[in-house]
């Protein structure tokens, strides 16, 4: 049987007065600083669990004066009380509540709504907890270091459902206006979409697994992550010059001034294939449209299935060749004409890394073909020289770096090739891991809200959006916890 609210009362004040005779008392006057530590986090644990039936308690003393409705608008009589299970970071909490019902109807508890209390037993903040720690580590490692700090375990299996529920509002959650601050949002006139793709080893379905793995056959197969990167940002005007020292690391580059930074940065990543990442992407940018946009961009690895689907998608966008992957053909061919470690090799880079950078490919073009006509280049070589001109001659029309240089525009894909990796690869590919479609996307969408730095405005806009699925009410209390006011308290 549970306490009673008078009983729990007296309960937290022994606790609290136990705790305070300890660390006032002789007990702890030979203990470590260790030792005091954790007698008193287990006790402010124990405390809190007492704490929290109080409140339940207290709030499910008095019975509802109704009138009270099912969903369909029936009048539900009383029925009586009862129990239900609540499992919070402080423990596992059971306390009874007046129940309505009706022929037909579903027992309806009026306290269950006014608390917002989730579907399942586990507590928003415990679900949020362990998501964070799910975007970064795996759900083992999260379930083991959460029963190490709070002293009770949590199934693997809870944390992957629970993971995949809280991920149910993200594609909302992004499809709100943006908003920004004023100054800011008018600064940054430049409208960047980027895209890439990043492999993500899926669970083998058991019809395709065969009887027995032969030799050097893989345990799990890939599936490619579309990473999209969606963001604006303030012009920053740079010289060619200024450029290439940067990419060749002259020790001897001046300073450059500071660069300005993404605004209201975007990532999202989906296995539905690129066609979906893209017209997805092609819907948040539009959403970001208003009169301070005087440029948009869309920045690409030279990967034509994907460059083809953002020149559909986003027409009014300037595709733009990562200037990255452009250099790395450049030192392709470099090496392959002088080798890896002649003398002359960084200097020959440089002076068609210029020639690209001033708007002249076709300059660069021309001559690399008379170069890979040279009759003592192997055929190797030739072939590597070849794979250089071919990509230039493709992107040609997206490698007039010149004017977007002179226009101010970001021409590396440094934001989307992080996100691939940091996004993706650092928490999706650690080792042994294996996905479903459905696990994957969860983890993918929670991480990405991690990373922009929306998770506090995620959950806020996801309890919410909770509450009026179970309900179909809008809250009656705010759902963003006093928890929350008091972390940032703590962390300035």
């Known amino acids: 049987m549970a306490p009673t609210a008078e009983q729990s009362i007296t309960q937290g004040e022994e606790q609290y007065r136990e705790l305070l005779a300890y660390v006032t008392g002789a007990a702890s006057r030979t203990a470590s600083a260790y030792e005091v530590e954790v007698r008193v986090f287990r006790g402010v644990l124990a405390l809190g669990r007492t704490l929290l039936r109080l409140f339940f308690e207290s709030r499910a003393a008095t019975r509802p004066t109704g009138p009270v409705v099912g969903v369909d608008g029936t009048a539900l009589a009383y029925h009586d009380r009862r129990p239900v299970t609540y499992l919070s970071v402080f423990g596992k909490l059971v306390f009874w509540r007046h129940t309505f019902a009706a022929p037909g109807q579903a027992m309806v508890s009026p306290l269950d709504a006014e608390l917002s209390l989730p579907e399942r037993c586990y507590s928003d903040l415990l679900r949020e907890w362990t998501g964070f720690g799910s975007t970064d580590a795996s759900f083992r490692e999260v379930a083991a270091s959460l029963e190490r700090i709070l002293g009770w375990p949590l199934s693997v299996q809870a944390l992957e459902t629970t993971a995949r529920e809280d991920a149910v509002d993200v594609a909302a959650f992004y499809e709100r206006p943006v908003e920004a601050e004023a100054a800011v949002a008018e600064a940054a006139t430049i409208l960047v979409a980027q895209a890439d ?20 056959h893989p345990s799990n197969r890939l599936r490619e992550a579309v990473v999209t990167a969606l963001y604006t940002i303030q012009p920053y005007p740079r010289t060619p010059e200024a450029v290439a020292a940067a990419l060749l690391r002259d020790p001897d580059r001046p300073t450059p001034g500071p660069r300005p930074r993404p605004v209201n940065k975007e990532l999202r990543a989906t296995l539905d294939g690129k066609a979906v990442a893209v017209e997805r992407l092609a819907a948040r940018a539009q959403r970001r449209e208003g009169p301070q946009i005087t440029d948009r961009v869309a920045l690409t690895d030279g990967a034509e299935a994907l460059q083809d689907k953002l020149r559909a998608a986003l027409p009014g966008y300037t595709l733009v060749l990562d200037i990255i992957h452009a250099v790395e053909y450049l030192w392709d061919a470099a090496n392959a004409l002088l080798g890896e ?4 090799r960084t200097a020959w880079v440089r002076g068609h890394l210029l020639a690209l950078l001033r708007g002249q490919t076709d300059q660069v073009v021309t001559a690399l073909t008379a170069a890979a006509d040279e009759p003592t280049l192997s055929a190797t070589r030739q072939k ?54 459905n696990g994957a996307h969860a983890i993918l969408d929670l ?3 991690r990373l922009t730095d929306d ?3 995620y959950w806020a806009f996801h309890r919410l959006r909770q509450h009026q699925r179970l309900y179909r009410t809008a809250a009656s209390t705010p759902l963003a916890p006093e928890a929350l006011a008091l972390a940032y308290h703590a962390a300035a």
């Open 384 to 437: 590597a020289i070849a794979a250089t001109i071919r990509y230039y001659r493709r992107n040609a029309p997206y490698m007039h770096y010149d004017q977007y240089l002179a226009r101010g525009w970001p021409i590396g894909t440094g934001v989307i090739e992080s996100a691939c990796g940091h996004l993706v690869k650092d928490r999706m590919d650690q080792a042994g891991m294996r996905w479903t479609k």
């Open 447 to 449: 991480r990405a809200v």
């Open 341 to 344: 470690r002649h003398p002359e």
């Open 455 to 457: 998770w506090d405005p």
């Open 197 to 216: 793709g990043k492999g993500v080893p899926m669970v083998q379905p058991p019809t395709e697994r065969p009887a027995r793995r032969g030799k050097g």
